[in-house]
């Protein structure tokens, strides 16, 4: 079973407008971490926030918030103020705290590609 | 500080040959991974290295090999080489733990032909 399921292969937004990237996962742990990353056409891979299981608020950096809903195991991420600079692949991972083949690698999404236009 | 570096950036092979995909993290971190990306597919674990001295493999790891030569060092190897592999490598680093933010290099794009 997919851990981790991105149902938006595509997305569009215009410049300065809010976007929310869909992302569920499937866990029986109770203690595990949540991450977006964004991908440029460039290929490197960038950090963009984390939620933790047991983190009662949202997470924020700056225009970026993840929308964490713990029972229905979904952590949305929100871009306010779209750029032009935002598009990109997103990627949602996570990671669980109990030992498992991965060790503590990352489980990642299939990803959602943003176009911003102008 | 250079974070974590791959070599090579590109590299194209025909099938049967064999090659190593080099990397290394200055960031003293404990564990370290490859990935590989194709499209459609995220990234999926070729093999995980969680301390120096252990690996493991991930969820694709046929056709791979992997030596942790020191803590710095996490080395991938394709010992007969099939378009199959044909795919973006990346390797990354971090601490242990559950918050611990993994750090990517630039990747290798590897054609097999």
């Known amino acids: 079973a997919q851990k981790i399921t991105q149902t938006q292969p595509g997305m569009f937004v215009q410049e300065k407008e809010a976007v929310t990237l869909d992302c569920t996962y499937d866990t029986s742990d109770q203690s595990y971490g949540l991450f977006w990353y964004k991908q440029p056409s460039s290929g490197e891979m960038i950090f963009l926030i984390y939620q933790g299981s047991y983190d009662e608020q949202n997470a924020t950096e700056g225009r970026y918030s993840l929308n964490f809903q713990k029972a229905r195991k979904s952590a949305n991420l929100v871009i306010s103020a779209s750029q032009l600079g935002d598009s990109a692949m997103y990627f949602c991972?996570?990671?669980?705290?109990?030992?498992?083949?991965?060790?503590?690698?990352?489980?990642f999404g299939k990803g959602t590609t943003l176009s911003v236009s102008s | 500080n250079a974070g974590v570096t791959q070599t090579p950036k590109f590299q194209v092979l025909k099938t049967g040959q064999s090659m190593t995909l080099q990397c290394a993290q200055d960031?003293?971190?404990?564990?370290m991974y490859w990935y590989r990306q194709d499209p459609g597919m995220g990234l999926r674990l070729i093999y995980y290295s969680a301390s120096e001295g252990t690996t493991d493999k991930g969820e694709v790891p046929n056709g791979y090999n992997v030596s942790r030569l020191n803590k710095r060092e996490f080395s991938l190897r394709l010992e007969s080489a099939a378009p199959s592999q044909t795919s973006v490598y990346f390797c990354?680093?971090?601490?242990?733990?559950?918050?611990?933010?993994?750090?990517f290099g630039p990747g290798t794009r590897l054609t097999v032909t």
């Open positions: 990354a680093s971090s601490d242990p733990g559950l918050v611990s933010e993994q750090y």
């Open positions: 960031m003293n971190h404990n564990s």
């Open positions: 991972a996570m990671r669980e705290a109990v030992f498992n083949q991965a060790g503590t690698a990352l489980i």
